[in-house]
């Protein structure tokens, strides 16, 4: 099971850090990622992790801005993003992959978290 949290409303320019809690069963030696669903588009890829924590990918509108990070002893992941923009505003989902070096494909992901909504005013 995956538990995210951590969104809510920010002003432009702003940060927040989400979380995405796994149980380890669910997390082990698997690369994990984040996506969001901003109303009326499509889910889509924000940023991944590899299984170790080595290797990192980002979409290009949030590199730079945002950090993907996770911590195995707590089995939990995180994205820190920064610089928030009015477009950032979605759902975002963390979601455990089939993969151990996961890339932006909805279908590298077979278990999804419940999702937690970030709103950036402007």
Excluded: H
């Excluded at 994205?79 to 989902?93: F, G, R």
């Amino acid at each position: 099971q995956l538990q995210a949290s951590g969104g809510g409303l920010v002003q432009a320019g702003g940060s927040l850090r989400l979380s995405c809690a796994a149980t380890r069963r669910t997390a082990t030696n698997n690369g994990m990622g984040w996506f969001r669903q901003a109303p009326g588009k499509e889910r889509e890829f924000v940023a991944s992790i590899s299984w170790r924590g080595d290797s990192t990918y980002y979409a290009d509108n949030v590199q730079g801005r945002f950090t993907i990070s996770r911590d195995f002893a707590k089995s939990t992941m995180y994205l820190q993003m920064n610089n928030l923009k009015p477009e950032d505003t979605a759902v975002y989902y963390c979601a455990v992959s089939r993969a151990s070096y996961p890339g932006r494909g909805l279908t590298e992901y077979n278990y999804w978290g419940q999702g937690t909504l970030v709103t950036v005013s402007s």
